[in-house]
DNA sequence: GTGATTGCAAATCTTTTGCACTAAA
DNA sequence: TTTAGTGCAAAAGATTTGCAATCAC
């Protein structure tokens, strides 16, 4: 029971540099709506077509690549062949149920990793990326 | 200079349950050989092509999974659209450079993780995967 | 021989692209 | 109006599959 929600949607993408077009406002509320997720650009695709928003394929793929390029999503690297994005920006850790193909964030007080290696040269640490595999 | 490198490669197979093919020697010869590397199935079937190895992009997509089953290789997930196979399966982490897409091991003494989660019900951690992307 | 392995070409699947059309500012 | 965004259909890549030919045992 969020106030104002949908021009809330609408600023979050102004001041990201993005036009509130109907298409990127009607994923938002599927993205950013209820908890943080984890999807796919055709799971995404089949959410909101169930849902009624009319969007196409290639647009779903551009508004989940703008919208990791501002910073409003990022992507997480499982190994498989498809690509996912996930709603939470923060630094976080990944469980991924192999059986399943589920896909869970951990609680950041659980934090896995405890050194960070730097580097000279110019060389940044741009993110470290950490997937538990867990099976059975 | 190991002894009788062709046998051990030979026996490797054999104990592996898999059969030593000309293709799968030769993959091996190339894979094995000279310390670890970390392949994509196009690259692997450059190499082969270059020293001569008569073997079809199939095959090497077949032979790169079949030791990946038995435990030969193991895969390891970049998040980009190639599959990436790591020689090295023992236990490490992984150093990712974005500007040039190298991927390198992380030695072991510099272990990244200091925790590992435990579950409950039959669930087991199978791996903890680590990439720390670096840019710059 | 016979069952595993290979190679080719076609198929599949995800993602990207080109470009005319539409909508936001 | 002017530029960003959208949608379609086609293209591009990586990987897989089906099946006949070949090879290891």
Same mark, same amino acid.
Request: glycine residues 8%; aromatic residues 8%; positive net charge.
């Given at each position: 029971?969020? $106030?104002?929600? +949908?021009?809330?949607?609408?600023?979050?993408? &102004?001041?990201?540099? %993005? *036009?509130?077009?109907?298409?990127?406002?009607?994923?938002?509320?599927?993205?950013?709506?209820?908890?943080?997720?984890?999807?796919?650009?055709?799971?995404?695709?089949?959410?909101?077509?169930?849902?009624?928003?009319?969007?196409?394929? $290639?647009?779903? +793929?551009?508004?989940?690549?703008?919208?990791? &390029?501002?910073?409003? %999503? *990022?992507?997480?690297?499982?190994?498989?062949?498809?690509?996912?994005?996930?709603?939470?920006?923060?630094?976080?850790?990944?469980?991924?149920?192999?059986?399943?193909?589920?896909?869970?964030?951990?609680?950041?007080?659980?934090?896995i990793?405890?050194?960070?290696?730097?580097?000279?040269?110019?060389?940044?640490?741009?993110?470290?990326?950490?997937?538990?595999?867990v099976?059975?």
């Open positions: 029971m969020k $106030a104002r929600p +949908y021009s809330s949607i609408i600023s979050r993408l &102004r001041k990201s540099g %993005l *036009r509130p077009t109907r298409q990127r406002i009607g994923l938002s509320e599927l993205l950013f709506e209820g908890g943080n997720k984890h999807v796919t650009a055709e799971g995404l695709f089949s959410q909101a077509t169930e849902r009624s928003l009319k969007v196409s394929l $290639a647009t779903v +793929y551009n508004t989940l690549h703008d919208f990791t &390029r501002v910073g409003l %999503l *990022r992507e997480v690297g499982i190994d498989s062949s498809v690509r996912y994005f996930d709603t939470n920006v923060t630094e976080h850790q990944h469980l991924y149920f192999e059986d399943s193909d589920k896909l869970l964030d951990i609680d950041p007080d659980e934090n990793i405890c050194k960070r290696p730097s580097f000279s040269g110019g060389k940044v640490v741009r993110r470290i990326d950490v997937v538990v595999r099976a059975g």
